[in-house]
């Protein structure tokens, strides 16, 4: 069983600063790609910002071009963890922020999404 925790949500004023973390737990055999998405009241679920293994920078990440310049993805040393620096917040980032990992559960399997239960984010302005 795969396990993603994330913490580090909050309220923060227009303009600070919030920094999310991830942890996978459980028994599997490796991790592809990690990545933070959001859905915000009566919206879609949307990809916000996600980094897969290989290049040469320690992964490969991609970005919404709504949070480009500000938000920042990293993964740990392990490759089990994922963190999010938010920076320059906008009331418009408010919205639960659920961390999503491609986990391969043994040598050969396919990889598989799972979710983290989420976060709230809140920015006010």
């Known amino acids: 069983q795969v396990q993603l925790v994330e913490s580090g949500g909050g309220l923060v004023q227009a303009g600070g600063s919030l920094r999310l973390s991830c942890a996978a737990s459980?028994?599997?055999?490796?991790?592809?790609?990690m990545g933070w998405y959001r859905q915000a009241p009566g919206k879609q679920r949307e990809s916000v910002a996600v980094?897969?293994?290989?290049?040469?920078?320690?992964?490969?990440?991609n970005y919404a071009d709504s949070v480009k310049g500000r938000f920042t993805i990293s993964r740990g040393p392990a490759g089990n963890t994922v963190h999010l620096q938010m920076n320059s917040l906008k009331p418009e980032d408010t919205a639960v922020y659920y961390c999503?990992?491609?986990?391969?559960?043994?040598?050969?399997?396919?990889?598989?999404?799972?979710w983290g239960q989420g976060t709230q984010v809140t920015v006010s302005s």
């Open positions: 999503n990992a491609a986990v391969a559960v043994a040598r050969g399997s396919s990889y598989l999404d799972y």
């Open positions: 459980g028994s599997f055999f490796s991790i592809n790609a």
């Open positions: 980094i897969r293994s290989g290049g040469i920078s320690g992964g490969i990440t």
